[in-house]
Structures are given as C-alpha cells and as structure tokens.
C-alpha cells in the first residue's frame, strides 16, 4: 500500500467524490495550480490530465503537500473501511441488499453537470449523507452527456441557453463490466424496437451511483441522444428517458447482481421501476400479477415532491402503449390494465397516465418533503383513497435536509471545531451537539462572517466581469465593476429557480419603494439574484428578464446585480456569503426548499414566506417571516399582501437589527439571531438526520414487511 507513487494516490483520490466534501482534500487539488483549477470547473481528473506529470512529481516531492497527500490517502482508507457506523447499527436489516435510490437528477458536484436544481442537489446530498451514515445504499440514475444547459443573458435580458459536450473520461467514471470484460448492456424494448444501454460507475464515498448511458453503437442515431440532455426535448423523450431510467434501471441492477430490499423512488420519474420487479417476481417465483405487485409495493419508498401540477409527468395512452406495452403484455395486464395504474380513477378512459399516481400505487409507503407539503400532499391526492379521511391519507412527511460538509465554509468549520463536541459532524443530528454556538464570541463569528461575505463580493465582481468581456464593455465600464457591492452593506441573496410561483421579482412590486431602500445613505440593502429558467418557460425568463434590466438602471447599478448560470459553485459562494437569503414563494407551493438551510449554517439568516421548511423552522427569533402564513384565494391579491409584507419586514425589522451597532460596530442583536438560528436549525434541517429519518420511518419497515426471507407466514 506504502509503495504507491504520490501520483497514483491523487489519481485514485480523484475517481471517488469523497474528495468534493473534505475541504483539506479540495485545497490539496487547488493548490497544485489554483488558476488551472479553476478553469477546469474543479476536476480533479482532468487537472491530472492536464498538468504536467513531472512537474507534479517534482511538487509533490515539497515537505508539506507530499505529507498532506499522504494524510489524506490515509484518511480515505480508513472512511471506506470504518465499521461501527450509525448504519452497521441501525440498519443492519438492509445488508446485503441495499436499498436503490432512483432519481433522474443527481447534483453531487459543480464538474458533474447532470443536475438542474433543488432535486437533484437533494438526491446528491442524499448519498452523500449516507455514504457517511455507512447505510447500505446504491443510487441509480441517467448519464447526460450534454447535462443541463448554462446560462447567459443577452443584450436585452432573455436567458439564452448552451449545451456542450462532456467526455465521460475526463469524469471519475468507471464503465461497468460483465465477468468476461465486456460492458454490461442493458436493453428496454418498445413497439418500435429496443433501446440499449451501457452503465457507468461512479463512487460517492461508499455509495456507488449507477448512471445508464444511452450514447452507444447498439442504438440508432436518435436514440443514442436519448440521455444526451437532462430535462430537454418533448414528452417522446421524457418517457424515454424515464422507461430507461425505471425499467433500465432495475435490469442494470440485476445485471449486476443487486437485488435491492427496498425501492426508493424519488420522484414520479422512476416510477416504472416496480413494474419491471414485478415482472421479474412473477417470472421468479411464479407469483400472480396481484401477488407480484403486492410484494413490489411492500418494499417501495416514494417522494414526491411538488404540488405544482405541471411537476407531474403525464402521459397520453398512444406513448404509454408504444413503450410500456410490450412490459405490460408480459404482465399479462394489457392496456387498460396499465392505464388503470396510472389513473386516480382506472375506469376513466379521459385521465392520462400519471406517473406520480402511478408511483402511489405501485408503493406502499410514500411521504412528501415538508410538515406543510404533507398537508397539501394529503389534500391533493386524497381522491386516490375515497374511503379515507384527509388525516387518514398514507402520506407522511419528511423534512429535507442539507449535507453538511458540502455547504459548509470551511472557516465555518474551524469555528465549530472548537465550540462544538469532538467529531461533531458524525452526530449533526442530534440538537446537544449544536449548543456549544453559544460559546462562540460575537466578534469571532462577525469576523468569520465578514470574511466570507468579502470573498462573495470579490467573487461576484469576478463574474460580473467575465459577463461584462463577453458583451465587449469598454475598459472603462469593467473598471466600474470592481466598485460594484459594498462589502458594509446589508447584502440579500436571491437564488433558485426562476418558476413564475417563486416569484422573484416580488421585492420590485414598488420600485419606488425598492429605489429608496437600496438608496439609503445610512442604511442601504443590495441585492444578488441568480437562477436559471426552464428552457420552455418564457413565463418565468420574463420574469428573470424584468431583474436584468433592472439592474442596468442607473439608480440599481452596482447596488442590485444578477450573476448568470446558478450552479453548486455559485450557490456555495452565496450560501455561504450572504447576510440574508430571501425567499418568497407563493404559500403553499414551495414543497420545501433547502438552499435556506446551507445558508444556516454559514450564520446567514433567512426571510421568508411561511412555506416549505420555513414554515416549521421558525421560531420567532431565529429568522425573519414575511406576512403570518395567510393564503388568499385570490392570487392577486396575495402577491400585494406578500409584497408589502416583505417590505415592511426589511424596513421595520431587518434593516434597523442589522445596523443597530454597538460601540465596537457589532450588531449585538444580528449576531445573536445568527447563533440562535445556527442553534435551533442545524440540527433539524441537515440531511444526516433526513437520511436517518428515512432509514427509520420507511427503509427498515419496507424492508421488514414483506421479504419471504425473514417472515414465517402462519
Ligand atoms: C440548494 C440548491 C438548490 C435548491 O434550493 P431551493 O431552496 O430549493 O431553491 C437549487 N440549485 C442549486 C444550485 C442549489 O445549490
């Protein structure tokens, strides 16, 4: 083990995205040659590629990086081996058949494009906390080789969009192959043919995440971009994407010997997977159609995730037939049968096929993201039990969470390192763990805070300034940027998707209002926005189009900016930067939300409308709301009532807490809210307790209900 060279550690460091959530691995990668890293969107794989070989060798021969290498190899070793974690304890049941989690996005990494949002960042973290928790899990999802698009604005505002194409070689991907050494191909067949599949590996910690390729030789032309893009092209795609993704999905498993315990889809995009197992149970073990599907249900986990009606996919019969037919022939349920599975009412020929019904049917426990998305969640879909009451529809929640140690700053961490218990981060989710903030001194964490919200500053003038080259300014005018956001002045950050509910422009209802307050010579707000907006929504670029111009405006120059192409990079350096994160959705529609999290945990404080995670983490104190919860049936109506709230709240409470200073220019109260909100929140809203919520609530029982291993039938 000793012999290996320093080069082979870094390479074999580099194949496994343990390294993306340990900031002294991270700072070993950048230290070899910061611009190049940067460049080269933090890869590690391709910065090894890249810079020369003896070069490294002759660095890596430097006392102290060779010693950290070493170190961190080391570190590594022992993470992969380490026994007696929360997962060898409580989830033992699951052993050697782990539980697969299926999403069609997975936001891991800034270098691994195949994420678009808050779905994808969740199924990332999701692994990655229980990589950490050691729980028995693999995650099965699709590899777009175009990813999703990245963001510019033209002259006028518009969102313009660009894919590009990434060589999976230069990702830390493993092509998956049978014992003979070829690639394991996998095949899904539809009225007009089979479509194929190669399966590439890719390790997260001890997770490994299985991700379906459709770009090979065995397919046509068309069908070999089936995978290319994420969330792209027409609903002939979609589904199938999303019969590769289900019914591809469970045969790659197979194929490699896994046989999951428990299915957990999350999201409707996976949900024909439990028809595939349930093909496979009744060819196994001769069960019936019913039996089969029984079975399959007893060992589903379901999240669903929004109650915005277009996040549903839906089908029409003629595309659900040309490429679910042939499986539900085998089935022996036919047509109307399959139909039937994925319509509230089976009988009614005028519902499409729902994949979110389906999904319902096809598990037996579901949840939704939120104690309020539970609610709405039960009251959605209430139709599908009819001899329930509302309370009594079996749909629960659980809250989702953030991994820590991807969102947080590392100066952060040098903090809690000190106040908080030995190891703390193994145990983020129990509340003690997190008192020891209180020990902290106000100016430490103002300091550390500051700190960080320069480096956000310095960041955002960096990316103004790539945006400004590109649309050819003058020297003079780039010259200006550098004095664009004042490091004292109280900075709110806005960034998430631009869906018309979020309502991103709600803080521009009156201008002249907003004018004034961004305008105050004594206590003045700037703002950051970014966010990208779905490709087919002009709704929401117009929207995204109204905040660009307005920051070309003379009195918001330099005071409000919006920084292009949102991703896991932006959104650390704003998480982490902030002094506010703003968020106001259109209650109840935002089933979570998590971005506010990550920005706990760097001491930011949150305002927002009473909705998603918010509406159960606040306390009063720990934060700031917007208006008392209150929905209005009348959807204009609402959004005034939000809009003045939200202005009140900025001029009565937080600007006036935020510049109330003391003697040696701390704002005692400001920074006794940030601990209070670290204190309350962290524990709650980290994804080691999300994982750990799951593993208890859904995972075990799933696992225990019905494997003909375990139960002794009477
Ligand atoms: C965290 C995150 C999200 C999700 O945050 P929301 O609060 O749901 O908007 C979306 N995009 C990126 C890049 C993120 O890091």
Redesign the pocket.
């Known amino acids: 083990m000793s012999q290996k060279s320093i080069h082979e550690k870094l390479s074999e460091l580099s194949q496994n995205l343990w390294w993306s959530w340990q900031p002294e691995v991270t700072s070993i990668f950048r230290e070899i040659d910061p611009p190049l890293w940067s460049s080269l969107s933090h890869n590690p794989v391709l910065l090894l590629r890249e810079y020369d070989a003896d070069k490294l060798e002759v660095r890596a021969r430097e006392e102290v990086l060779h010693s950290r290498i070493n170190w961190a190899y080391r570190r590594w070793q022992e993470y992969m081996d380490s026994h007696n974690t929360w997962g060898d304890v409580h989830a033992g049941v699951l052993g050697h058949r782990p539980a697969a989690y299926f999403s069609a996005e997975f ?1 891991l990494h800034e270098s691994l494009r195949i994420y678009s ?2 779905l994808g ?1 969740l199924a990332g973290d999701h692994l990655k906390s229980a990589s950490d928790l050691g729980i028995p899990l693999v995650g099965v999802g699709l590899f777009y080789h175009e990813g999703y698009f990245s963001q510019s604005v033209d002259e006028t505002g518009w969102q313009q969009e660009a894919y590009s194409n990434v060589d999976p070689t230069t990702l830390p991907l493993k092509k998956v192959m049978t014992e003979q050494g070829e690639p394991v191909i996998i095949s899904v067949e539809t009225r007009h043919g089979s479509i194929y599949a190669c399966v590439w590996q890719l390790d997260v910690g001890r997770v490994p995440l299985y991700l379906l390729d459709t770009n090979i030789k065995q397919n046509s032309e068309e069908d070999r971009q089936l995978t290319a893009r994420l969330y792209g092209g027409d609903q002939r795609t979609r589904i199938r994407q999303e019969i590769m993704l289900g019914i591809g999905g469970v045969r790659a498993l197979a194929a490699l010997g896994i046989t999951p315990r428990v299915m957990h889809m999350n999201e409707g995009h996976s949900a024909f997977a439990p028809l595939e197992v349930i093909r496979m149970r009744m060819k196994r073990d001769g069960l019936s159609f019913d039996d089969a599907l029984r079975e399959t249900a007893a060992s589903g986990v379901f999240t669903t995730h929004t109650p915005v009606p277009a996040g549903h996919d839906r089908f029409d019969g003629g595309l659900i037939d040309e490429h679910v037919g042939p499986l539900a022939e085998e089935l022996g349920i036919y047509h109307e049968g399959l139909m039937g599975l994925g319509r509230v009412d089976p009988q009614n020929v005028n519902e499409s096929f729902c994949m979110t019904v389906l999904a319902f049917k096809t598990s037996r426990r579901a949840n939704a993201v939120s104690n309020l998305h539970g609610v709405v969640s039960r009251r959605m879909w209430r139709s599908l039990w009819p001899w329930r009451s509302e309370e009594e529809i079996p749909i629960g929640h659980i809250t989702n969470g953030v991994h820590v140690p991807t969102w947080l700053a590392s100066q952060m961490r040098v903090l809690y390192d000190r106040v908080l218990p030995e190891k703390w981060y193994l145990r983020t989710g129990e509340s003690r763990v997190w008192n020891g903030i209180d020990n902290l001194t106000p100016g430490e964490l103002w300091e550390t805070h500051q700190s960080l919200k320069n480096r956000l500053i310095v960041y955002a003038r960096r990316r103004l300034t790539h945006q400004a080259e590109r649309y050819g300014r003058t020297a003079k005018e780039i010259d200006q940027l550098q004095s664009y956001l004042d490091p004292r002045t109280l900075t709110i950050g806005f960034a ?2 631009f869906a018309p509910y979020k309502r991103a422009d709600l803080v521009m209802r009156d201008l002249d209002l907003l004018e004034k307050l961004v305008n105050d010579i004594e206590k003045p707000v700037q703002f950051i926005f970014a966010g990208k907006a779905h490709p087919a929504d002009d709704h929401g670029k117009a929207i995204l189009q109204r905040i660009v111009r307005m920051t070309q405006e003379p009195h918001f120059k330099g005071k409000v900016v919006f920084l292009e192409d ?3 990079n932006l ?1 650390r350096h704003l998480v982490q930067g902030v002094d506010v994160w703003l ?1 106001n959705p259109r209650r109840p529609l935002e089933a979570s ?4 999290q ?1 920005v706990v945990l760097n001491g930011g404080l949150n305002l927002s409308i009473l909705d998603g995670w918010w509406a159960e983490a606040f306390d009063g104190q720990n934060g700031f709301a917007i208006g008392t919860g209150q929905i209005h049936a009348n959807q204009e109506i609402q959004d005034e009532r939000d809009g003045d709230d939200l202005i009140r709240v900025l001029e009565d409470e937080v600007i006036p807490v935020y510049y109330d200073r003391d003697h040696d220019d701390l704002p005692q109260e400001w920074i006794r809210r940030m601990k209070r909100s670290v204190r309350t929140l962290g524990w709650r809203f980290n994804a080691d307790r999300q994982v750990m919520d799951y593993v208890r609530e859904t995972y075990i029982p799933a696992a225990g209900s019905l494997s003909c291993e375990m139960v002794v039938m009477p």
């Not at 939300?593 to 506010?596: A, E, K, L, R």
């Open positions: 936001g949002g808050g960042v998430r998707r949102y991703d896991i959104g968020n939300g998590t971005s506010g990550k």
